[in-house]
């Protein structure tokens, strides 16, 4: 059983920088790619980054890919989710999820373990 905790998340304005983390506990974090997600009230939650087992490949939602960097430190046991420009419409709970496969649409269905969020909010 893997537990994940998500931290990191807060109040920026616009065009600013957050850094969201998840640890992870209770397994060998290697043996998954590591997923963030995110989701606003009323709406579906949506796929945002995904990094292979040890890093190699990495693959992004149109929408964040140039603003957003997702890494891993396997000594560590994180996976973190660096995201600049910040937008109002990136305001969401971003949830940290562990698959074991990698792929590049991955489905909420495919999460193996999920951390219980972290809030960003974005002002405009």
């Known amino acids: 059983q893997v537990q994940l905790v998500e931290s990191g998340g807060g109040f920026v304005q616009a065009g600013g920088s957050l850094r969201l983390s998840c640890a992870a506990s209770?397994?060998?974090?290697?043996?998954?790619?590591m997923v963030w997600f995110r989701q606003t009230p009323g709406k579906e939650r949506e796929f945002v980054a995904i990094?292979?087992?040890?890093?190699?490949?990495?693959y992004y939602t149109d929408s964040v890919k140039g603003r957003f960097t997702i890494s891993r430190d396997n000594a560590k046991n994180t996976v973190d989710l660096q995201m600049n420009s910040l937008k109002s419409e990136d305001t969401a709970v971003y949830y940290c999820?562990?698959?074991?496969?990698?792929?590049?649409?991955?489905?909420?269905?495919?999460?193996?373990?999920w951390g219980k969020g972290t809030l960003v909010t974005v002002s405009s």
């Open positions: 999820a562990a698959d074991r496969s990698y792929g590049t649409t991955p489905s909420m269905e495919d999460m193996d373990y």
């Open positions: 209770g397994g060998t974090f290697s043996r998954y790619a």
């Open positions: 990094i292979s087992r040890f890093g190699g490949s990495t």
